[in-house]
């Protein structure tokens, strides 16, 4: 798949829309490593290091994660694009729930177009309280549990907002550098920006576990993530193909159908939704108990019990709850997404059949067997990969392993756009080789 690169280059249009991908992706990592105003960037810097050692730094590393190491660091693009993920899961849920969302759903490109706008509205609201949120930790010296020092310069009520509103404004930049990228560019615009934002990480991670571990102790982490990339990839790209056979129809003089094809259901369906659903999920109970910690004082005794298991990746309380949700997140979002009633529907539109099954509801009753079938090794295989690192601290001592305490998840979205993103691009070159044919 690599050898679409070249070609691609070579095109003048791939070209621009390849550069036009990298401009952006090099501006939001430039707004990642801005400051905010009013923040003590230095205090900031120095306070990351004393609690990335601690016992509660996956939690950190967790909530990090997705904006690249921006969250921490309260930049201009610290809220990232978390807001557009959630709300883009919320409206997917509305449409099972309000029936209008299903119609614009059903209304072709211009329902579309409604539901994106929705979307939108609901991400910068989720922004506002996101940002609100970080800022009001922060100033009670919470985000960085740990560090004596004040990482805000200013503490007032108008500094405080100009903070919310920086950051607020930075995440609908992300935002519309994710939709440039998608209608622009090369590949998905939100997915490469998690990517981007994961894949800057490795170099840093990598150097820790070398001056902490040694060579053969990081040798050993290499080799142990290539085999989980070589299974990530493997199953990725694992199908059920489900066997389709359209009767002929005569149309005017013409005679159309007759063909067979198939309909290809994937072993993992869901991607990587689950495990930011689960990793979302398991960081709410942590948040609530700082928002609501008294500055001074022994902790009450739920609070503790959320610090002891709902927050060190190593616990095995952590580790079966995190598994157990990305399973169940995953039967989840497949239930909502893939709806065999509809499949059914219009293979019986266009006069399609499954070999063996009547048209109507017993296909949809087989297209739901077989998707529940080959949702448990899918949902198994994101629980594994997910929480591998996890098991790894568990028996291991000393802060550096905790660098790879969310590796299994940075591998599986980093592989899983790897390949979406190169397809899409495989797919763009066809279309220009078909174009240069005809002409």
Excluded at 101 to 110: A, M, P
Excluded at 297 to 321: C, F, M, R, T
Aim: net charge positive; hydrophobic share 45%.
């Amino acid at each position: 798949m690599l050898s679409a690169f070249v070609p691609a280059v070579r095109t003048p249009d791939l070209r621009r829309k390849i550069l036009f991908t990298l401009g952006l992706l090099a501006l939001y990592r430039l707004g990642a490593a801005l400051p905010s105003p009013g923040v003590d960037y230095k205090s900031v810097r120095s306070c990351i290091g004393l609690v990335s050692g601690g016992e509660s730094a996956g939690i950190y590393q967790l909530i990090d994660l997705f904006s690249g190491g921006a969250m921490l660091q309260l930049s201009v693009f610290a809220i990232g694009i978390v807001p557009f993920i959630t709300a883009s899961i919320i409206t997917q849920l509305l449409t099972v729930v309000i029936p209008r969302f299903e119609e614009l759903r059903t209304e072709g490109q211009s329902g579309q177009a409604r539901i994106t706008q929705y979307t939108r509205y609901v991400a910068m609201a989720l922004a506002v309280l996101q940002a609100t949120t970080l800022v009001a930790l922060a100033a009670r010296r919470q985000l960085l549990r740990g560090c004596p020092k004040n990482i805000l310069a200013d503490t007032s009520l108008f500094g405080m907002l100009i903070i919310v509103l920086v950051m607020t404004a930075g995440a609908a930049l992300v935002m519309w550098f994710g939709e440039q990228i998608t209608e622009r560019g090369v590949g998905n615009g939100m997915s490469l920006l998690i990517f981007t934002g994961i894949a800057v990480r490795i170099p840093n991670q990598g150097k820790s576990i070398v001056d902490s571990r040694g060579g053969l102790t990081f040798a050993v982490v290499c080799g142990t993530i290539f085999l989980l990339i070589v299974a990530v990839i493997f199953i990725e790209q694992g199908q059920r193909r489900i066997p389709v056979q359209y009767a002929k129809r005569v149309v005017g003089r013409k005679m159309y159908g007759g063909s067979s094809t198939y309909l290809p259901l994937k072993v993992n369906q869901a991607s990587v939704i689950p495990v930011i659903f689960a990793s979302s999920l398991l960081y709410l109970p942590n948040l609530l108990a700082q928002l609501t910690q008294k500055s001074s004082g022994n902790p009450a005794k739920w609070q503790g019990l959320i610090q002891k298991y709902l927050v060190n990746p190593s616990s095995p309380v952590y580790v079966g709850i995190y598994f157990a949700l990305i399973v169940f997140f995953t039967y989840f979002y497949v239930a909502i997404t893939f709806n065999p009633e509809q499949r059914a529907d219009e293979m019986k539109k266009f006069g399609g059949f499954i070999p063996g099954y009547r048209p109507g509801k017993p296909t949809a009753d087989y297209l739901n067997f077989v998707s529940s079938r080959i949702t448990l090794p899918g949902s198994i295989y994101l629980g594994a990969v997910a929480v591998l690192p996890n098991l790894l601290l568990h028996f291991s001592s000393g802060s550096p392993a905790q660098d790879l305490a969310f590796g299994g998840t940075s591998v599986l979205i980093v592989v899983s756009v790897g390949i979406d993103t190169i397809k899409q691009l495989e797919s763009q070159l066809m279309n220009k080789n078909y174009t240069g044919f005809l002409r």
